[in-house]
């Protein structure tokens, strides 16, 4: 008996506990009603809160991606300062959305009311309240009064607090853009401001107007789960700082020349486009924004299909077209291929026709490799190519939404233009104001040094010894 016990005891991870989680789940459904709130009502409110959970999570792991992908792209001697940047970044845009960010894109959305003698609202910004949380109803019902279970099932489809959950991933996503593109010679600090702003008031604005039921979504513009609302936002905010940081000390050479910055670990990039193709799932999966039914669970199949085949054919498409736009087979461009595949199927993954998806990718991958190019010629240095995938595959996935999601090409150029204004008009603004201020560039002997050593005195690879480039004198 104990060797058939001991033999059990090593299966017990798939076996008794998948068992136990299944006669659970029977518990649940067959146990009585509680306080006459229907078993199907509560099922669904359960279904569509653990939907929120697993697909916000899915999108934190995003996180993750988008380090390995900067580090594996910058050089050696800056890839401690990308790690610092990125779980920095993701902490500050998940306390700035909690303070006052959710409220902005949410609450009171189109009531109107006075600040300062002012008439806002009006569609266009949520409330400035601060702090966010959970209704009183669920307090209670956490607290031990299960007679409240109703009235929270009543109250709304799913806990008020995993929707804040979902939401605020999407921010720190937003974040994440704007790091990448200004890798290797922004400041900590000055970064760690901008991302605050951007967490706490640029990007809750944008999405006040669309998806908090404001302006913009009273005209009909549709971006399903955020070409444009998170990753042009995004890409915007990182054109900005682009245009006020400056290249890189030698990327482009006085004789018109532009240095050639590969990645210096190609694996560590690959692994983090599969982490964020993998994450993409919980993106756009998620954005169903329910899990409660039939229809649902179809939806969101289709949803998961479209941004797998879009990715797909971003990466041969950007292959295909690499040699003939940048003079050789580029792996780099069929990574960010497949990322301008995901940003563009973003905003109509919903759409059945599997066929479009495919199309739809391909042509973002295209823009994306064209807009590597067309960026070395207006001697904007982005290091990872974080513009071309996110801001011009963003443009093109919310317009291309009226070929076959059904929206109308006005009213997705209004938004596009509308949001485009204003995130790069708020962010320029912003770059500008640290920069007269804090300053916005490390050092040159910093630069040259590397910012692990620079600015956190902590080596990604001790091991190595990393000597000046002469470059960098230019």
């Known amino acids: ?25 029977g518990l649940f459904l067959a146990r009585p009603v509680i306080a006459h709130a229907s078993g199907h009502e509560e099922t669904v409110f ?13 999108v934190m792991w995003m996180c993750a991606g988008f380090t390995m992908l900067e580090s594996g792209s910058v050089r050696t001697k800056n890839a401690s300062m990308i790690c610092m940047k990125n779980i920095g970044l993701y902490s ?43 209704t009183a109803n669920e307090i209670a019902l956490v607290g031990g009064n299960d007679k409240l279970a109703a009235e929270v099932v009543t ?35 000055s970064f760690f401001l901008f991302t605050l702003a951007l967490a706490g008031v640029i990007y809750p604005i944008v999405g006040a107007w669309t998806w908090g039921g404001g302006w913009l979504t009273e005209l009909g513009f549709s971006d399903f789960a955020g070409s444009t ?43 983090g486009v599969f982490i964020l193709w993998f ?36 990466v041969m498409a950007a292959l295909a077209v690499s040699r003939p736009i940048l003079g050789r087979m580029d792996l780099f461009a069929g990574l960010n291929g497949a990322i301008a595949g995901l940003v563009s199927i ?34 904007l240095d982005d290091v990872v190519g ?29 938004g596009v233009v509308a949001i485009g204004v204003f995130a790069f008009g708020a962010s320029w603004l912003l770059w500008r104001a640290l920069d007269m201020t804090l300053g916005v560039r490390v050092s040159h002997q910093v630069e040259r040094l590397g910012q692990d050593s620079g600015e956190l005195g902590i080596e990604a690879y001790p091991e190595f010894v990393l000597m000046p480039d002469d470059d960098d004198e230019e």
């Open 1 to 25: 008996m104990r060797t058939i016990m001991n033999a059990l005891s090593y299966r017990r991870p798939p076996v008794i506990l998948a068992v136990t989680g299944l006669a659970a789940l």
């Open 46 to 58: 359960v279904l569509n809160t653990f939907s929120f959970l697993i697909w916000g999570a899915l």
């Open 92 to 134: 500050i845009a998940g306390l700035a959305y909690f303070f006052i960010g959710y409220n902005l894109m949410y609450v009171d959305v189109g009531g109107g009311y006075s600040l300062f003698g002012f008439e806002i609202g009006n569609n266009l910004v949520g409330s400035f309240k601060i702090l966010y949380g959970p």
């Open 155 to 189: 109250d709304g489809s799913y806990s008020t607090m995993s929707d804040w959950f979902f939401q605020m991933v999407f921010v720190a996503t937003a974040a994440s853009i704007v790091s990448g593109a200004l890798a290797e010679r922004v400041k900590l600090w």
């Open 229 to 271: 609302i998170v990753h042009s936002t995004g890409g915007w905010a990182a054109l900005a700082g682009m245009m006020v940081v400056g290249p890189r000390l030698g990327k482009f050479r006085r004789d018109g020349g532009v240095k050639t910055t590969p990645p210096s670990n190609i694996l560590i990039v690959t692994l």
């Open 279 to 314: 994450g993409w799932f919980g993106f756009n999966g998620g954005s169903q924004l329910a899990l409660g039914s039939a229809a649902d669970a179809v939806a969101m199949s289709h949803v998961m299909v479209n941004t797998n085949l879009a990715a797909a054919a971003g």
């Open 346 to 379: 973003t905003a109509g993954p919903d759409s059945v026709d599997h066929y479009w998806a495919i199309i739809i990718g391909a042509v973002g991958a295209v823009i994306c490799t064209a807009g590597l190019k067309l960026l070395e010629k207006l001697k």
């Open 386 to 414: 974080a513009v071309p995938a996110h801001l011009f595959a963003g443009i093109w996935g919310t317009l291309a939404v009226s070929i076959n999601a059904g929206g109308n090409i006005l009213h997705q150029l209004i």
